[in-house]
């Protein structure tokens, strides 16, 4: 019988039929392109805004299994990591654009790995095609079909998803409009830098002293850190990987008058940036570039599990801190990154009047004195 | 020079302390012989020491003035920071309070995780303990005392001509090329060695109270002082590696937030033996104090 359904099945097949060698002939004929991948907070060259065709984008990491050191107390986990950081690197591609990874789990690892790209359609983000045990590699290829930031995680099934997530086996994809990224007005916007700051929560056992715990083996450590894990409380929460990895001699730096953007992604747990005397003067809070940024905003949410994205133009000089706006993850836990900034003081902006001195006598008898209306 | 306090002037220091004498009954402890302490005795001299606190030229912030103090008397420190089993003997008596990180150290490493409130009250019960008194360094002494081994913490590439900006960025550099102490964990005394005074573990992994207060001066073109100061004794003055200004209620001084480079590692301390008495050392301390002012 011919029914409706059938047609349009058949219909359907039809189109399948002729659009499968056309797709491939048109991958075929479309330019690829290699892409070396650098750590964090770098980010690999790119341009902003293309004019060019969509490319067949191919990026290679190597996932690697190793012991990281995470706060200035010496405190060691064993990490998961894609490409050898935590997070791993940020990939770039325009909307449109074909990403095409070789993902390599080397005979020196112990355990099987994959990647779940929050930026790519079907097969759980690209987890279930690319489960890949120690000694194999595998290449899977997704369409960038809708600009932002996402992030892409390890998810390879059960209690190991967050296990291998909190061990550092996250990152994050930037899909740029091909027309680059745009105001609330429509305006095109431009960025001199960009970073990528990834945050990570940690959940370290500790002995009966307190101490973090160290284990022979990621194995060994499991049962307690899964423990610890459940009980939803990191012991540390930091930027790219280790306590001060953004401060200091690492410190980021830019000049008053650079535009900034700093792509920031958490894969498990929610977080809210704040850069300490600056604000976000476009903000993708959600990370998608197909909304209107935001504007002005002084702490953005990043919830757990994506990637957002802000833009500032530095107007004074000076050190700003660059914070998780819980201050106790920021302070006690680890969340901050500084950036230092040249340039030349903006006295309309800011200004010490008067610096601290001792209290004016006039003024202290002012506050002693009664309110007014009492006499 | 590595002297061993003699019972002599122990006992000529008791009569000056007879009231803590008395007080030392009451813990019902038998006094620690004078003998046991190791002390070093260091000569009177003069030396330029740059001041300690938050200084400022026209509302703008600068180096500490460096200053030339005089020692006319000589001066008698522990030549060991205070150890782990001798504070936990005035925690024992119930004077001092438990310090954190009990079972890190051990007995014979300096005693770390204590507050100044801590350390006074162990110079206390410890003056008690040896019929001398006993207090904590000011920051000046304790830099005669670490001579070779005391670090300027000047701003180098401060030119005294730009807007803040461009210090606080220079200072912030300096703060973060500083090397953590590769190993945290309290050594045993001696450690860290000796310097040209015999005194011990200057500049190692324990940080050190002094009982100056910190201070906000504002300065002259000529350097000298200007207007009224600010002195907080909420605040006092930590020596080491680098000097460091900590709260007095604080144990574990950490950095993060807006904070650099690295923090002292470990707070401990030692004290200084007031030879002259309670009238002598007051006096001394301020004219100490005022020699600058």
């Known amino acids: 019988m011919f029914t409706r359904r059938t047609m349009m099945a058949a219909a359907a097949l039809a189109t399948l039929v002729a659009a499968v060698p056309a797709l491939a002939d048109d991958l075929a004929k479309l330019p690829r392109e290699q892409v070396e991948l650098v750590a964090p907070p770098f980010i690999h060259a790119h341009e902003q805004a293309t004019k060019a065709g969509p490319k067949v984008l191919q990026f290679k990491m190597t996932i690697q299994e190793k012991e990281l050191v995470i706060d200035n107390e010496g405190t060691k986990i064993h990490a998961m990591t894609f490409n050898g950081s935590v997070p791993g690197p940020l990939m770039v591609a325009h909307q449109g654009d074909y990403v095409e990874l070789t993902l390599i789990n080397p005979d020196t690892n112990m355990m099987a790995h994959n ?98 715990k160290s284990y022979e083996s990621a194995g060994d450590a499991y049962p307690d850190q899964a423990e610890v894990m459940r009980k939803l409380i990191p012991s540390h929460e930091v930027f790219n990987g280790k306590v001060g990895s953004l401060t200091g001699k690492n410190a980021l730096t830019a000049k008053v008058g650079e535009q900034v953007l700093l792509v920031h992604s958490q894969a498990n747990r929610d977080t809210r940036p704040h850069l300490i005397g600056g604000h976000g003067d476009f903000v993708w809070e959600t990370g998608k570039f197909a909304n209107r940024p935001e504007k002005d905003l002084e702490t953005w949410f990043i919830r757990g599990g994506s990637a957002g994205a802000a833009l500032y133009t530095f107007k004074q000089p000076g050190i700003y801190a660059y914070v998780n706006h819980n201050l106790i993850e920021a302070v006690e836990l680890g969340a901050t990154a500084h950036f230092k900034v040249e340039g030349t003081w903006n006295d309309d902006l800011m200004k010490q009047v008067s610096p601290p001195s001792p209290i004016l006598s006039g003024a202290k008898t002012g506050a002693l004195d009664a309110p007014a209306h009492k006499h | 020079m590595l002297l061993i306090l003699k019972a002599k002037l122990a006992a000529k220091a008791a009569l000056v302390v007879a009231p803590l004498a008395v007080a030392a009954a009451g813990y019902g402890l038998p006094a620690i012989p004078a003998d046991q302490v190791a002390v070093t005795t260091i000569a009177p001299g003069a030396f330029l020491h740059r001041l300690a606190g938050d200084f400022a030229l026209n509302g703008r912030p600068v180096n500490a003035p460096r200053r030339a103090f005089r020692f006319t008397r000589p001066l008698t420190i522990m030549t060991y920071q205070v150890s782990a089993a001798a504070y936990d003997a005035c925690v024992a008596a119930g004077a001092c309070e438990r310090r954190l990180f009990r079972a890190a150290a051990s007995a014979e490493a300096p005693a770390v995780g204590v507050n100044w409130h801590d350390a006074t009250a162990y110079a206390t019960w410890f003056s008690s303990r040896t019929g001398a008194r006993w207090r904590l360094p000011t920051d000046a002494e304790w830099a005669f005392a670490a001579g070779a081994r005391f670090n300027d913490d000047a701003v180098l590439a401060d030119d005294g ?82 000097r460091s200004y900590v709260t007095d209620f604080v144990r574990d001084a950490r950095a993060g937030g807006c904070a650099v480079g690295v923090p002292p590692a470990n707070l401990g301390f030692r004290l200084v033996r007031d030879d002259a008495g309670y009238l002598g050392a007051a006096v001394a301390r301020a004219r100490f104090h005022m020699r600058w002012i």
């Open chain 2, 161 to 242: 001509s730009d807007s803040f900006s461009k210090r606080w960025l220079a200072k912030y550099e300096q703060e973060s090329s500083r090397q953590a102490p590769a190993d945290k964990a309290p050594r045993p005394a001696g450690a860290f060695g000796f310097n040209e005074h015999g005194v011990a573990d200057i500049a190692g992994n324990v940080w050190e109270w002094t009982d100056t207060c910190f201070l906000r001066q504002a300065l002259d073109a000529s350097g000298e002082p200007t207007g009224e100061r600010t002195v907080n004794c909420g605040v006092r003055v930590v020596e080491g590696e680098h």
């Open chain 1, 115 to 212: 990647i779940d790209f929050h930026s790519a359609t079907g097969g759980l983000g690209g987890g279930e095609l690319t489960m890949v045990n120690p000694g194999e590699q595998v290449v899977l290829r997704w369409k960038a079909d809708r600009a932002g930031v996402f992030v892409y995680h390890c998810a390879p099934g059960g209690s190991m998803i967050p296990w291998h997530v909190t061990s550092g086996m996250n990152g994050a994809v930037m899909v740029l409009p091909r027309e680059g990224l745009k105001d609330d007005t429509g305006k095109p916007l431009h960025y001199d830098k960009a970073f990528y700051i990834g945050e990570q929560d940690f959940y370290v056992p500790r002995d009966e002293n307190g101490k973090f």
